[in-house]
């Protein structure tokens, strides 16, 4: 794709035209395109963020594609910051080392390993591990910290020369990034081209039905194009030949569903009917659903916009904790802008003394906690709510009050 983005004409599952638009966060620069100025320029570019229904296989998308190339060559998002993610691929590592014996000869290939948070774990474990990770910053992360990465998108030709090099995987885990995947089925081929035929793939993704009954519009940008539901995912598998086998619910991210497949189609779906029964139930399969779904997006702006506007004429200082890609939906989509909130706290070296792409508001570290205690946290990164309060309340006691954004505007 050599322009900046292209339209989507129809269902990257499935194929069909059936595209309804049912969300509309209006234009948003790109989630982890820091500045590194406050100043208005014109290079800011913004870009159409909307959601569209598959009526056919029930498919969230945006309606556009940005060039990935400019998404993801250079990322920002460290996985490893937060102790709650390492936690959470501890436990994966651990769960799949007991299903598969790690020895020095069971390859597991992690795609968009990002800084190896994952891959650590698994060679913990005993496997023998291999990153693939677009983005070369953190590729040369991961290599600096021992984590062998190749610097690559995930494509049949990557697929290809991994086998040739290192033989086929029996474990493929990739955790984030199927929703950032316009070419589902190319992605699906190099699986099926890099798996041993008893091997286990396994993605985590972010489910839908939490996004919707926990109004998380704020996990919506131009990296994430798709929002997956079991049914869509089921059709896809189908499609190569690749048999789902177990779906876990976990918390993480809001909420995520861990898909595992293989190409042993011999082994029987256990639970799959089970999720389908529970979107059928949640309605997620009924355009109505998604029609009435921005009456809720609307009340946080309305409630949030008068919170904020209220402690400033209360002369409270208000700050934010996380820069995270979803704070900045929130930040835009909202309009809020450094006059309500003074300054983004983020542990992620690369994020610091830049500012946030639309609402230019300053990122710093933790040390800003002390210089200028802010009344109010606002926390762009509610998922980890945990985690940050336990950092925060050290350094405040109580002093401070957390605002957590969704599902519904609240002060604690
Ligand atoms: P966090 C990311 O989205 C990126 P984001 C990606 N596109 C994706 O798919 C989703 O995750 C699932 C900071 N932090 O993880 C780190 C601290 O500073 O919610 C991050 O900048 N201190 C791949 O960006 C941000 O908050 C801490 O103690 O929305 C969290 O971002 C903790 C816990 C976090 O994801």
């Known amino acids: 794709m050599e322009q900046t983005y292209k339209k989507i004409e129809k269902c990257r599952i ?9 969300l509309d966060l209006g234009e948003t620069p790109l989630a982890n395109s820091l500045l590194d100025t406050s100043e208005k320029t014109d290079g800011e570019i913004k870009y159409p963020l909307e959601v569209m229904y ?3 296989c029930s498919l969230s998308q945006l309606s556009i594609v940005v060039n990935p190339e400019i998404l993801f060559s250079d990322y920002v998002y460290h996985s490893s910051i937060s102790k709650t993610f390492q936690d959470h691929c501890a436990e994966m590592a651990e769960k799949i080392s007991r299903i598969t014996n790690p020895s020095k000869e ?36 991961a290599n600096s910290k021992g984590i062998e990465t190749v610097c690559s998108f995930w494509t049949i030709k990557t697929a290809n020369e991994i086998l040739g090099r290192y033989g086929e995987a029996r474990i493929i885990t990739a955790t984030n990034v199927f929703a ?11 699986i099926n081209i890099l798996l041993n035929k008893d091997g286990l793939f396994i993605i985590e993704v972010p489910y839908l039905s939490d996004l919707f009954t926990k109004n998380e519009f704020d996990t919506i940008y131009h990296e994430h194009l798709s929002y997956f ?21 976990y918390p993480i991210h809001g909420g995520s569903l861990r898909i595992y497949a293989s190409k042993n189609t011999l082994k029987d779906e256990t639970n799959v009917q089970d999720f389908l029964r529970l979107e059928e139930k949640e309605t997620l399969y009924d355009i109505k659903t998604y029609e009435k779904f921005n009456k809720k997006v609307i009340n946080v702006k309305g409630e949030l916009l008068k919170l904020l506007k209220d402690l400033k004429n209360k002369d409270k200082k208000v700050g934010a904790y996380g820069a995270s ?19 983004i706290i983020d542990d992620t070296r690369a994020k610091q003394h830049h500012f946030a792409p639309g609402s230019r508001i300053e990122i710093v570290d933790t040390s800003w906690l002390e210089k200028d205690k802010p009344d109010y946290l606002l926390l762009l990164a509610w998922n980890f709510a945990k985690e940050i309060k336990e950092r ?11 605002i957590i954004p969704i599902p519904n505007v609240k002060v604690e």
């Open 229 to 249: 539901l079991v049914k869509p995912l089921k059709k896809l598998y189908e499609k190569h030949n690749l048999k789902i086998i177990n779906i876990e619910k």
């Open 14 to 22: 499935c194929g069909a035209k059936n595209l309804i638009k049912y």
């Open 106 to 141: 069971v390859l597991a290939v992690d795609i968009a390993s990002n800084d190896g948070c994952l891959l650590k774990k698994f060679k913990n474990k005993g496997f023998r591990t291999l990153g693939v990770e677009p983005a070369k910053n953190l590729a040369e992360d």
């Open 392 to 402: 925060t309340s050290k350094i405040y006691k109580s002093e401070v009050k957390y």
């Open 54 to 56: 598959c009526k056919d």
């Open 180 to 190: 950032h995947v316009d070419d589902l089925n190319e992605f699906l081929k190099a």
């Open 325 to 343: 890609a979803k704070g900045n939906t929130l930040l835009n989509y909202c309009g809020i802008d450094s006059e309500l909130v003074s300054f």
